[in-house]
Nanobody, 121 residues
């Protein structure tokens, strides 16, 4: 059974920092692309950042320079360090694990339950 369990969300003032964690079980973690997505009030879910099995990272333009994604394959955990938070970062943040295999072609796509981040004074 695959589980992705996020933690670290909460209420923070503008300019503050939070660190999200996502602990994975039931998958070969090191093989998966791990990502953080978010869905703000009245908005569609969007990619925040992802990190490949080899450690390459990708960020949404709105968070580049403020957020850092990292992974620890020994702990089956992916992190999102969020600095200089803005009210527009307020959203539910979701952890995602994705893997596409060839021969046979198959996709594995798993989601956590989400953690609320609220940036407000």
């Amino acid at each position: 059974q695959v589980q992705l369990v996020e933690s670290g969300g909460g209420l923070v003032q503008p300019g503050g920092s939070l660190r999200l964690s996502c602990a994975a079980s039931g998958i070969i973690f090191s093989r998966f692309v791990m990502g953080w997505y978010r869905q703000g009030p009245g908005k569609q879910r969007e990619l925040v950042a992802d990190i490949t099995s080899g450690g390459s990272t990708n960020y949404a333009g709105s968070v580049k320079g403020r957020f850092t994604i990292s992974r620890d394959n020994t702990k089956n955990t992916v992190y999102l360090q969020m600095n200089s938070l803005k009210p527009e970062d307020t959203a539910v943040y979701y952890c995602n694990a994705y893997l596409r295999t060839d021969r046979p072609t198959k996709e594995y796509d798993y989601w956590g339950q989400g953690t609320q981040v609220t940036v407000s004074s």
